[in-house]
Nanobody
Framework: QVQLVESGGGLVQAGGSLRLSCAAS????????MGWLRQAPGKEREFVAA????????YYADSVKGRFTISRDNAKNTVYLQMNGLKPEDTAVYYC???????????????????WGQGTQVTVSS
């Protein structure tokens, strides 16, 4: 079965950086657009970033554009999220997931991603 294991979260001060990793198994990794999504307490899960099959194109939510960078290593079945300039409003549980439906025109649609891992907590203090 599909397994996704996120890691790299933690507590950081505003302005700091973290690098998240997500190791995937049970799927042909290179065939999937991969995304990072997050969920803050009391809020719905939201799109953060996505990357196409060989990493040729990336997509970002406006709230993280210019601060976060998504990348992938298909040889390692791993997707990364480099987060710089962190803000308190970035505090959330971060998940990676394959995009299992839709097109690149709908990268932002949360319901087009599936197979959730346990997530990794990111907490940014002010």
């Amino acid at each position: 079965q599909v397994q996704l294991v996120e890691s790299g979260g933690g507590l950081v001060q505003a302005g700091g950086s973290l690098r998240l990793s997500c190791a995937a198994s049970g799927l042909t990794f290179s065939r999937y657009v991969m995304g990072w999504l997050r969920q803050a307490p009391g809020k719905e899960r939201e799109f953060v970033a996505a990357i196409t099959w060989s990493g040729e194109s990336t997509y970002y939510a406006d709230s993280v554009k210019g601060r976060f960078t998504i990348s992938r290593d298909n040889a390692k079945n791993t997707v990364y999220l480099q987060m710089n300039g962190l803000k308190p409003e970035d505090t959330a549980v971060y998940y990676c997931a394959p995009k299992i439906r839709g097109t690149i025109a709908t990268m932002w649609r949360v319901n087009e991603y599936d197979y959730w891992g346990q997530g990794t907590q990111v907490t940014v203090s002010s």
